[in-house]
Every structure is written in C-alpha cells, then in structure tokens.
C-alpha cells in the first residue's frame, strides 16, 4: 500500500504518482468541459434532431457503463494503469470519430464504445481507479480532504474548458471566418487530441500506482464483480446514486447549456461564461465540503448541502428573464458539489480496503447508467417548446427523492473516523 505517514495539508505529501493523477484529472476535466458546452450544437449542427441528439448522448452513458464496469473491476488483477490507459486511447478514438464522421451509425458506434463526456464530469474507468489510488496515500481523517481537492481540481478544470471552449468558438468564426458547424468541430479536435496526451501521462505512473500482488482482489467465483463482504452496501449505494444520477441525466451541462440557448437565446460564447462561474462555484463547494463534514459528519453534509441545491435546480426555469435564471443556477452551483468529495469518501470509508476499486466502479457504474436514460428523454422534451422546462422538475424531484431515501438507510452508519470521535 501507499505510505500512511501524510501530513495535515495532504497534498504537499503527496506521491509523485498521486501529483501526476491529480494532473491527468485537470486535463481530462478541462476537455470535458470544453466539450459539454458545444456538443448538442455540434450534433444537431451535423444534422441531428434534438431526439437523435438525445439518443447518441444516452448511448454514450451506456457505453461508459459496460467499459467502465469491465475495467474497474478488472483494474487491480490486470493493472490500472494499463485500464487508465487504454480509457484515454477510447477518449482519443471518439474524440476523433466525432470529428471525420456526419453519419448517425458512425457517431453511435463511438458513442458507444469510446469516452464522450456530454454532462462535463467524470466518464469513463478514470475515476474510480484513482479513487482508489488516492484512498491508499492518507489517512483516514484526511480522505476528505483530498478528495476533496481532488474534486476542486476537476471542476476548475471543467470552468476552465467551458471558458475556453466558449471563446475559442467565438474567435474562430470572427478572425478565421469559421462556420459555426467548423468551429465547434475545432473543439472536438482538441478533446481527441487532449485524450492522446493522457495516454501518454498514464504512460509516466510507476508500478507503485498498481494494488499490491497480495492484497489485490482475487476475481474468482466467489466474488461478485471484485465485491466481497462489503456487497450488501455496495449495491444499496450503488442503487440510491443510480436515482441521483438519473435526475442529474435531464440537465447535464450539454443539455442545460442548449436550454438556456432555447430559452433566452444565449450563444455558445456567453453560455462558455455562465459555465465557467458555475463550475469556479461548485469547486469552491467541494472544498468548504471537508470542513463542514468534520463538524457534522459525512451523511449529513452530503444530503443537508444537496437538498437545497435540488430547490434552486427546480426553481431556474420558474425565472422570468436571464439574469435572475443564471443567478438561480449560480447560487445552485455554489453547494451542488458540497456531497461529491464527502460521497466518494464515505464510500471509500465503509468498505473494506481490498474492495475499493470494485466499489468505486460499481458505484461509479450506477451512476453512470443511471444517467444515461435521461438524456434521450430530455432531448425529446427539449424538441417540443411547452415542454422544455420539465427536465429541470424532473432533476430536481428526483434528486430530492434520493436525499431522503440516502439520509433513511445511513445516517446510523458513521465512517470509521466519526465512530472514533
């Protein structure tokens, strides 16, 4: 295992490994970002419906689910770096299929099989292997933290992309006399070519990134997707966040981005703006996360911070103009990421060490498939003018629905640290 011996201000301690993946977090982050922001103008700028758009984005989620769950639950026999790896080589070719292709097949099939990210956040086996990497560096008291950092770092990195994203578009069509369609396919270049250059960070991380011969998962017929004693929770978890990421599925960034453009007629520019300080806010979230869950415990911060995020998430739509819509959704950004890091960390905390890779991506797994029915639904409200508010309600209801289930079944289940106190 990694060393114990972090010091508080965990991440001066950290390994050089642990520094690197902090790294290919930011890059990854940043061209999902980048690319949430233009995707639906991009697939409908192809020739896409908005329903097409709908099913190509829910596909992709699928996609993600049966390549992740492979791989995460393979990754401590097989080598994480080597899943880490192959992730970015599948980013790269969607990246890439994307870019040369205006045939729905074509755009499916990579959709399917590779990494697109359409909601900004993480897709993919990343995640839940360097969880697990990163569990193995700290101590107990201060996973949090780090993860807390850790999830900081992504959303800045996503704002970053937005902004990026947003400008680059706009200088393209003014000083190189781009089309919108050509501009935006500018982007897409730059996701595949960012996925190429993780590849070659994953290259750089040394054999101690890998889980230890002797205590890694025996993935035989005894366990269950590298799950052992700790099943019985894994699977409970990984239900309630199925149904958080099945509300979050109606508004993911690609979708809220073209319903603020429906709405109020807001170009991708401008829409670059909005996200970016949306994203700078749910980062500062995340790291106020560590501090309020050491007074209040994980399960609290996690459901008392995302309860009324989901509120100001029902209430942008009910805005009568712009201004009052985008600032709703800033003040609902501002607390939304408050339960990510104190998620992962919980989780992390009440299984049994040997198992946190395959909870990591169980976990991650449901999620993911949780989020990738919504999508195609609201594509399908999203093309029919009365209805395009609704997928606002939906997100919001259902997220409030998994607060009250999730604070039920584990507000008497503390992590080992709280147990201690």
Avoid: C
């Amino acid at each position: 295992m990694y060393p114990q011996n972090v010091k508080p201000g965990a991440l001066g301690s950290l390994s050089p490994d642990g520094r690197l993946l902090f790294l290919t977090r930011f890059l990854r982050l940043f061209s999902y970002g980048s690319l949430s922001v233009i995707l639906v103008f991009y697939l409908t700028g192809l020739g896409l419906s908005e329903s097409q758009t709908g099913m190509v984005l829910t596909l992709t989620l699928l996609g993600d689910t049966g390549v992740s769950l492979w791989m995460t639950t393979h990754a401590d026999r097989l080598g994480r770096r080597r899943m880490l790896l192959a992730g970015a080589v599948l980013m790269a070719g969607a990246g890439l299929t994307f870019a040369f292709t205006r045939q729905l097949w074509l755009l499916t099939l990579a959709a399917t099989i590779g990494v697109i990210s359409p909601s900004g956040n993480e897709v993919g086996p990343f995640l839940s292997i360097e969880q697990a990497a990163l569990s193995g560096v700290v101590t107990d008291r201060m996973r949090t933290e780090v993860f807390a950092w850790y999830t900081l770092s992504g959303s800045f990195a996503t704002a970053a992309g937005a902004l990026v994203a947003g400008f680059l578009t706009q200088t393209l069509e003014r000083t190189a006399g781009l089309t919108a369609l050509g501009s935006e396919r500018a982007i897409v270049f730059l996701y595949a070519a960012l996925g190429v250059a993780l590849a070659l960070l994953f290259l750089r991380l040394s054999p101690a990134a890998e889980a230890p011969r002797n205590q890694a998962p025996m993935l035989s017929g005894k366990r269950l997707l590298g799950m052992g004693p700790s099943r019985h929770v894994i699977l409970k978890l990984s239900g309630l966040f199925a149904i958080d990421a099945f509300g979050g599925g109606f508004v993911v960034q690609s979708l809220a981005a073209f319903w603020f453009y429906l709405r109020f007629q807001v170009a991708p520019a401008t829409l670059g703006g909005i996200f970016f300080w949306a994203n700078v806010f749910a980062g500062i979230s995340a790291l106020l996360a560590s501090r309020l869950a050491a007074r209040i415990g994980l399960v609290r911060t996690m459901v008392f911070t995302h309860l009324p995020s989901n509120i100001l998430l029902i209430l942008v739509p009910l805005m009568p103009n712009l201004r009052l819509a985008i600032l709703v959704l800033l003040a609902r950004f501002s607390i939304s990421q408050m339960d990510v890091p104190t998620r992962q960390s919980y989780t992390m905390a009440i299984v049994r060490p040997e198992e946190r890779s395959a909870a990591a991506g169980v976990t991650g797994v449901a999620r993911t498939t949780g989020a990738a029915i919504a999508p195609w639904i609201a594509g399908y409200l999203l093309g029919r003018p009365p209805l395009i508010d609704l997928p606002f309600f939906l997100a919001g209801g259902l997220k409030i629905i998994y607060d009250l289930l999730l604070y039920r079944a584990f507000a008497s289940q503390p992590p080992p640290e709280e147990r201690s106190q």
